[in-house]
C-alpha cells in the first residue's frame, strides 16, 4: 500500500524558513518522480515543484523559484522542501505526491499533507 | 501555461440528480492528459479520471470524463450523498496546471 506522510509544516513569522520532508513507503521510491502540491485555505490546487527519479533534474512554479529547494535521499525514501524567504502567500496545505514521468502522468497517491502557516 | 477555467463555480443538485461540471484549456491538451479529482473537506484530492476518460481504481462506474483538446466534461450519472465534494480538473501534459474546481453541493 502507497504511503506518503508529510511533516514539518508549523506557524513561522514572514522571511522564515521552513523544512518539509515526505516520508514514502509502498512502491519503489527510488524510480519515481515527485511533486510538491500546495492548497491556500479556502482555495484551489497549485503545483510547486518537482525533482526527477535521482534528484539531478528539479523544477519549481515561478512563485517560488529561487526561494523554495526541492531535494530527496533515495536511501531514506524521503523527499524534502526547503523553503526560505516565506511569506503570507506562501501559507497553505503542501501535499507531497509521486509519479513515473515527469510528466503524462496524473497524481494518484497523495499523502495527507502539512499545514504551513506564515503570519507574525 | 495552460490555464484551465471551470464552469459552474458551484453546482446545487440533489440526490440521483445528474452532475455535469465543465473544464476548457486555454490550448490544446496533449494527449489528453487531462484529468479529475475530488475532495472532500479536510482530505486530500482523490484521482477520479485520467486520460480525460479513463476511470482510475476502485472509481464507480457512475463518474464518467469525456472530451478532447480544449473542452472537457465530467459527468456524474446519480449522485450519491458521498459524492457532494469540491471537484478539479488538472491537465499533465506540460507542466501541471488545475482548474480553480466547481462545488457540488446539496440543494
Known amino acids: 500500500e502507497v504511503q506518503l506522510v508529510e511533516s514539518g509544516g508549523g506557524l513561522v513569522q514572514p522571511g522564515g524558513s521552513l523544512r518539509l520532508s515526505c516520508a514514502a513507503s509502498?512502491?519503489?521510491?527510488?524510480?519515481?518522480?515527485m511533486h510538491w502540491v500546495r492548497q491556500a485555505p479556502g482555495k484551489g490546487l497549485v503545483w510547486v515543484s518537482r525533482?526527477?527519479?535521482?534528484?539531478?533534474?528539479?523544477s519549481y512554479a515561478d512563485s517560488v523559484k529561487g526561494r523554495f529547494t526541492i531535494s530527496r535521499d533515495n536511501a531514506k525514501n524521503t523527499l524534502y522542501l526547503q523553503m526560505n524567504s516565506l511569506g503570507a502567500e506562501d501559507t497553505a496545505v503542501y501535499y507531497c505526491?509521486?509519479?513515473?514521468?515527469?510528466?503524462?502522468?496524473?497524481?494518484?497517491?497523495w499523502g495527507q499533507g502539512t499545514l504551513v502557516t506564515v503570519s507574525s | 501555461e495552460i490555464v484551465l477555467t471551470q464552469s459552474p463555480g458551484t453546482l446545487s443538485l440533489s440526490p440521483g440528480e445528474r452532475a455535469t461540471l465543465s473544464c476548457r484549456a486555454s490550448q490544446s491538451v496533449s494527449s489528453s492528459y487531462l484529468a479529475w479529482y475530488q475532495q472532500k473537506p479536510g482530505q486530500a484530492p482523490r484521482l477520479l479520471i485520467y486520460?480525460?476518460?479513463s476511470r482510475a481504481t476502485g472509481i464507480p462506474d457512475r463518474f464518467s470524463g469525456s472530451g478532447s483538446g480544449t473542452d472537457f466534461t465530467l459527468t456524474i450519472s446519480r449522485l450519491e450523498p458521498e459524492d457532494f465534494a469540491v471537484y478539479y480538473c488538472?491537465?499533465?501534459?506540460?507542466?501541471?496546471?488545475f482548474g480553480g474546481g466547481t462545488k457540488v453541493e446539496i440543494k
Open positions: 488538472q491537465q499533465y501534459g506540460s507542466s501541471f496546471t
Open positions: 509502498g512502491f519503489t521510491f527510488s524510480s519515481y518522480w
Open positions: 505526491t509521486p509519479t513515473k514521468y515527469s510528466s503524462g502522468w496524473p497524481f494518484d497517491y
Open positions: 486520460g480525460a476518460s
Open positions: 525533482i526527477n527519479n535521482d534528484g539531478s533534474s528539479t
